[in-house]
């Protein structure tokens, strides 16, 4: 069955939603404001409240496709079936991050920086980020060969997450305002001249030498 032709008030939502990623891509979501929304996506003041009641609002709706795709992309990496056993599989959840991160910047830049001044965005990041812990939590159980998680594992879950969060927020080099595109991140940051391939195996060495039962040396291509 095709899809759904969208509508003219759909194209315009989703036009303000990629306009305001385009701004938050060029100078934070903080100091972004509804003028520069509507001037980037060539809308009225009239039309963004047509849609969106503020800023806020926005990233409301910007927050709940974020959180589609990244339940999607868990899904892919980490089905039902799918256990913790060696560097491979270490690697495969990094890179996952690292892309939803560098894909996805302007969004992540969003949420995080109105969690900073919004108990309701401060409570979103959280719950995103528990859905990590707890995911990692049950990896690190496995790779240890526990019968069950304890705190340590908790804790060692929560220590990978944390980390690779902030690893990426700094080092992954921005290609575009939102899911696509190729716009610089604001003040410099991260422009560090990072390559992927090496920060992901930089990530995946730190993480295997913590959780791997049996080191990270062999055929997983972790020396």
Known sequence: MPDAVPTKGQRSAAELK???LRV???QGYLAAKVAEITAEAGKSAGVFYRYFTDKE???RSVADDFTTTLRERIAETSGHAHTLDGADDIRRHVRVYWELCRDHHAEMTGIFEAALVSAEFAGYWERVRDRQVEIWTDHVAEARRLPAPDRETELTALAIVA???RFCQI???VRGGGGSGGVARPGGRGAIGVDEDAAVE???RLIARGVLVDGVDGEDGVD
Request: proline share 6%; hydrophobic share 70%; glycine share 0%.
């Open 18 to 20: 990629a306009a305001a």
């Open 24 to 26: 938050i891509a060029r």
């Open 57 to 59: 609002d926005l990233l």
């Open 163 to 165: 980390m690779v969060e």
């Open 171 to 173: 080092a992954v080099p």
């Open 202 to 204: 930089a990530l995946t």
